[in-house]
């Protein structure tokens, strides 16, 4: 079952890839209203499908299974361990596990750098969803309509009307910018953290390699026939290392 694991988390991976190409900083919206001031439609000009948050919890979730299954599949194949610490963290993980933590570092690493921060520029006035926003001031929708005014004739009693161009408001639009961006100081922390992460994988990595190891003699068998194959083919040298 190596292979289909294997390719289960290739999958993952990819999954989390796609995760990845979501993450959005700020969603635009329109809102159109009557002259009264009720939302008739909501229309979004930019999309934040999935906050940035949602996605990392996402990607920690395939990061986690692909370790799983990683580390499920390699357990049998090492027996030297290196000690991995980290953040109050500690396990004693072979070579193949720590090798699982180091493909996934890489994912992490990126989902972080991609992250988006709070917008500096944008100067909230109120509030969407919970988060902050700032919304512009709506503009009017008008459209010009004809009505009917009387009038009387001064030389007879008969009311007469005429046509008047008149610019009503029909409705209005607003739009609003939310900033889905996070805290740069928490950006820099988790930056911070990944580092350290990487760090403590290689540290344990290195502890476990120089650690003493079992040769593989079948392995080893196989290689020295493939060599000499190999070297059967090149010239032989002469005996005495002069010309004839």
Avoid: C
Wanted: zero cysteines; hydrophobic letters at 35%; proline letters at 6%.
């Amino acid at each position: 079952m190596v292979q289909p694991t294997f390719t289960r988390q290739k999958r993952e991976l990819a999954k989390a890839a796609a995760l990845l190409e979501q993450i959005r900083s700020q969603e635009v919206r329109e809102i159109l209203r009557t002259p009264d001031g009720e939302v008739q439609e909501v229309t979004r000009k930019a999309y934040v499908d999935t906050p940035p948050e949602e996605i990392a919890k996402q990607v920690f979730a395939i990061a986690e299974r692909v370790v799983a299954q990683h580390g499920a599949r390699q357990k049998a194949n090492s027996k030297n361990t290196g000690s991995f610490e980290w953040m109050g963290i500690k396990a004693d993980l072979t070579v193949p596990q720590l090798r699982a933590l180091q493909d996934v570092y890489g994912l992490l690493a990126e989902m972080i750098n991609r992250l988006p921060r709070t917008n500096p520029k944008l100067v909230p006035n109120t509030t969407v969803d919970g988060r902050p926003a700032f919304a512009r001031k709506p503009v009017e929708n008008t459209e010009f309509k004809t009505r009917y005014v009387p009038f009387e004739e001064d030389s007879t009693t008969r009311v007469r009307t005429y046509e008047e161009k008149v610019e009503i408001v029909v409705s209005t639009t607003q739009q609003i910018e939310i900033d889905y961006g996070i805290d740069v100081q928490v950006l820099s922390k988790l930056r911070e953290l990944v580092g350290d992460f990487k760090m403590a994988i290689q540290v344990a990595i290195d502890l476990a390699n120089a650690k003493s190891h079992e040769n593989d003699e079948v392995l080893e068998d196989v290689i020295g026939k493939v060599k000499t194959q190999f070297e059967s083919l090149l010239p032989a040298r002469p005996t005495d290392g002069s010309p004839e």
